[in-house]
Every structure is written in structure tokens, then in C-alpha cells.
């Protein structure tokens, strides 16, 4: 299976994204997998129904006795109980990366990277090899609709990846073939510098074998003084050509012609009209750019994952082209540092919004020292011209959106929070409002 034995492991933030998609993949491969979560989630629910115990209450008793490993998320600390009764037994712990290192170092892997597009890129280009006969094991950072998981069990030797570069956790991975999307400083609680960020990166591509391939633009200035190091050969996908699809957006476009380069280099023979097919039958993910219904009043919700400025700002001005009547925009920053560290980029980020809305800054993994707030960002976007303003619980904000916007208008919820659930709130969803959480979205 991989480079590590496994029969019995515990995973510790379960429901994270990546870590749901793992425990999947161990499962399949005939591992006794346990686990553990703050909250059910639609992940959590998704390994439910294929017969995963989760408990939602962590506690030394939750892990099982003659595990081989324990995989925590980036979310769960040193101190938590279960990793802290694995540590008392001397049982090995793997971060979620560390792990997933493990289990594809055998296989010919695709790391789809980059600070934007990730989870589009690595969905489409899952879709194109698998329509194309090639079967893949997928492990994708969303649920994809036209998987309906964020895992996909592959027959071949084939793994595609949505890769991180949080923690240098990129460098865990051995790609034969490398996705390079784009690249701008983020992270920025543990990169100081785009020049920090670049050399995670610069690392990456020169750890790409000779025989393999850099999907990337050769002519974007943060990543072209990058490809010196490289082995491999450089593809520029932005030679792809434009692709019919139902998903809106020029960064669409781009994710798209990623992944049809990508496909291109794992299987040289490949025809465009086979691409082509995939690609305009692929209906996105979870939270990305997701159409959730209307509110009461007839306003179109959607909801996105969108979480740095640049992001934010090219989803508005997609939705601002969508949109006849006014755009309204809730946005749920992510990290305090990111925030306070990206304050001006944010503030000019909202310019095709009519009206948005701050929510208390997610947490994650970070305390608040008191610098930084919603309300800061709110008078930020407003000075700017935009109508900004700051409120402080997902009711609040329900009740708002269900009182103003009318038909004609469209709703965003953004955000690598669970601010989703106002959008399930005001579009019927019926979901339970629920407190702002403290934890981040687990890998």
C-alpha cells in the first residue's frame, strides 16, 4: 500500500477535508480506521455512510487499542488528548501530509499546487483522466459534484493530489508531474515573505524528476525566477486553448487549461475533443462558486470558498457579471495574521459588491491578539467606497440578508469558515445556526 504497514489507525480531525479523503483510501485498503471530530460535518456524514465510527467528543478512551499510527490534522495540537495518550503508548504519529507522503511515494503522483484554484484544477483534471479510462486514485481538498465524494478509488498507479504548501507540507510529496497554478504570498503565519513562499516552491520543482513535467505559467513573475532549478520540462498551460464550461469566471478558464495540460502530460495521446468533453460536463465542488437556492425575497445565494484577496475579488467580479441587480457579499476572514498581514489588499478586494458583510475573523489556529477585527476590515472596505459593514453571529447576518436583498440580487457567502451556513440558513436550507467555530479547516 505504501512505504508504512498500517492495519489499525486513528485519525484525529477526521472531518478535515484531506483527512476524510485518507481515512477513505486506508479504509479501502482494508485498514480498521477510527477518528475523531469537534462537530459532524458534511464530511463527517459522508464517512458515516460508508461505515466510519466518529465520535465527536475527543478524549484519551477515543483511540483504540493496538493502533499502528495516529493522523492528526494541522488543526489538532501536541496537547490534544488523543495525541497526547498516542504519545504516552509510543504510538508513531503522522501529520495528514506526512502520511499522505507515505501512501503515494509508490505511485505516479500529480500535485496540483499554487495559492489559487487548487480544488477546481485537481476536480477537472480527476475528471478528464478518469472519462479518459485512465483510473486515478483522487484525493481532492472538496467534495466534487461529479464524484460526490472528495475520494476517488483508482485501479492504476495514477494519484492525483491537491498539494499544500501550509508548513512546506508540498514537499512531503514526490510528483512526477508538478501543477504550479499561480503564486502569491499567503499563508502568511508561517511564510514571513513571498520570497519564503517562493523557496518552499522553488524546492518543489526541483525535487520533480527529469522524466517528469512543471505544469505552470513560465511567465508569471512570482514563480518564472523559480524554473532554473527544474529537471523536468516546463509546459505553459496558458497555451491551452479557451474551453467551453459551465463554471463562471475568467480563473475558471485558467484552472481549466491547468488541468487540460496536466492531462496532456500523463497521457501524451490524449485527444482535445476528449478533454473538451470533460470539461464542460464538470459541475464544480463544494463551495466553490456553489448556487444554493433562493431566500424568500427571490435572491440567488451562492456560496465560495474564497478566502485571500485575490480570490475574493475575481469571485465578485464573477458574480457581478451574473447578477442584473445588486451584489451582496458576506465575507468570513480567515486568520487574524492573514488579515492584518493582507489588511489592503482585502479592503480594495470587495469593489463589485453593493454591500458586505464582516463576520468575526475565523480563528483556526491562531488566538487573538487583539490587533485585528472585523470591524477594522469593515472601515477598511468602506473608506473605500464600498458599503461595509461588522456583525457578530450568523443570525444576525440570516436576519439581515432575508430582510434586503430582493429579487434580482445575488448573495455570497465566502470564506474558508463555515459561513456556509447562513447561506444554507437564508436559501431554505433549514440548517441549525450555529456559534462561530473556533477551529480551521483541517487538511
Same mark, same amino acid.
Given at each position: 500500500?505504501?512505504?508504512?504497514?498500517?492495519?489499525?489507525?486513528h485519525f484525529v480531525g477526521i472531518g478535515g477535508i484531506g483527512m476524510s479523503a485518507l481515512a477513505q483510501l486506508l479504509a479501502r485498503e482494508g485498514v480498521a480506521v477510527s477518528g475523531s471530530d469537534r462537530a459532524a460535518s458534511p464530511t463527517t456524514d459522508l464517512l458515516a455512510r460508508q461505515g466510519i465510527v466518529v465520535s465527536f467528543v475527543q478524549a484519551a478512551e477515543n483511540v483504540p487499542e493496538d493502533i499502528d499510527a495516529l493522523i492528526y490534522s494541522?488543526?489538532?495540537?501536541?496537547?490534544?488528548?488523543?495525541?497526547?495518550?498516542a504519545a504516552r503508548r509510543g504510538v508513531p504519529q503522522y501529520s495528514y501530509f506526512q502520511m499522505l507522503g507515505k501512501v503515494t511515494a509508490l505511485k505516479r503522483t500529480v500535485a496540483v499546487a499554487g495559492t489559487h484554484?487548487?480544488?477546481?484544477?485537481?476536480?477537472?483534471?480527476?475528471?478528464i483522466l478518469i472519462d479518459a479510462g485512465a483510473s486515478p486514485t483522487v484525493v481532492v481538498g472538496s467534495i466534487v459534484k461529479d464524484f460526490g465524494s472528495n475520494y476517488v478509488a483508482g485501479q492504476s498507479d495514477?494519484?492525483?493530489?491537491?498539494?499544500?504548501?501550509y508548513r512546506d507540507h508540498l514537499l512531503e510529496l514526490s510528483p512526477e508531474v508538478l501543477v504550479v497554478n499561480n503564486l502569491e504570498w499567503d499563508h502568511t503565519d508561517f511564510f514571513p515573505s513571498l520570497a519564503a513562499l517562493q523557496e518552499t516552491f522553488r524546492k518543489a520543482i526541483a525535487k520533480v524528476p527529469a522524466h517528469g513535467a512543471i505544469i505552470t505559467?513560465?511567465?508569471?513573475?512570482?514563480?518564472?525566477?523559480?524554473?532554473?532549478?527544474?529537471?523536468?520540462?516546463?509546459?505553459?498551460?496558458?497555451?491551452?486553448?479557451?474551453?467551453?464550461?459551465?463554471?463562471?469566471?475568467?480563473?475558471?478558464?485558467?484552472?481549466?487549461? +491547468?488541468?487540460?495540460?496536466?492531462?496532456? $502530460?500523463?497521457? !501524451?495521446?490524449? =485527444?482535445? @475533443?476528449?478533454?473538451? %468533453?470533460?470539461? *464542460?460536463?464538470?459541475?464544480?465542488?463544494?463551495?466553490?462558486?456553489e448556487y444554493?437556492?433562493?431566500?424568500?425575497?427571490? +435572491?440567488?445565494?451562492?456560496?465560495?470558498? $474564497?478566502?485571500? !484577496?485575490?480570490? =475574493?475579488? @475575481?469571485?465578485?467580479? %464573477?458574480?457581478? *457579471?451574473?447578477?442584473?441587480?445588486?451584489?451582496?457579499?458576506?465575507?468570513?476572514?480567515?486568520?487574524?495574521?492573514?488579515?492584518?498581514?493582507?489588511?489592503?489588499?482585502? $479592503?480594495?478586494?470587495?469593489?463589485?459588491?453593493?454591500?458586505v458583510i464582516i463576520a468575526p475573523i475565523y480563528a483556526a489556529r491562531e488566538q487573538d491578539d487583539g490587533t485585528?477585527?472585523?470591524r477594522t476590515l469593515a472601515e477598511r472596505i468602506q473608506a473605500h467606497g464600498v458599503d461595509a459593514h461588522a456583525m457578530d453571529s450568523f443570525d444576525e447576518i440570516a436576519a439581515y440578508l432575508e430582510e434586503y436583498p430582493d429579487a434580482g440580487d445575488a448573495v455570497m457567502t465566502m470564506g474558508a469558515g463555515d459561513i456556509y451556513k447562513v447561506a444554507d440558513l437564508i436559501a431554505g436550507k433549514h440548517i441549525e445556526a450555529a456559534p462561530f467555530a473556533s477551529a480551521g479547516k483541517a487538511l
Open positions: 500500500m505504501s512505504e508504512v504497514e498500517i492495519r489499525k489507525a494541522d488543526a489538532v495540537l501536541a496537547e490534544n488528548p488523543e495525541r497526547a495518550e484554484g487548487k480544488t477546481t484544477t485537481t476536480g477537472m483534471l480527476a475528471k495514477l494519484f492525483v493530489v491537491e498539494a499544500c504548501e505559467n513560465p511567465s508569471d513573475p512570482n514563480i518564472a525566477p523559480l524554473l532554473s532549478v527544474a529537471a523536468a520540462r516546463i509546459v505553459d498551460y496558458t497555451a491551452e486553448p479557451a474551453f467551453s464550461l459551465l463554471l463562471p469566471g475568467a480563473f475558471n478558464q485558467m484552472n481549466a487549461r +491547468a488541468a487540460a495540460a496536466a492531462a496532456r $502530460a500523463v497521457l !501524451p495521446n490524449i =485527444v482535445n @475533443e476528449s478533454i473538451a %468533453a470533460s470539461l *464542460v460536463a464538470f459541475h464544480g465542488t463544494w463551495r466553490r462558486f444554493k437556492g433562493k431566500t424568500e425575497r427571490g +435572491a440567488d445565494v451562492y456560496d465560495d470558498y $474564497a478566502h485571500h !484577496p485575490t480570490a =475574493v475579488r @475575481e469571485t465578485v467580479q %464573477a458574480l457581478r *457579471v451574473k447578477t442584473s441587480g445588486k451584489v451582496f457579499v458576506v465575507f468570513h476572514p480567515h486568520l487574524f495574521s492573514r488579515t492584518r498581514d493582507l489588511l489592503d489588499e482585502f $479592503a480594495n478586494a470587495f469593489a463589485g459588491a453593493d454591500d485585528i477585527s472585523n
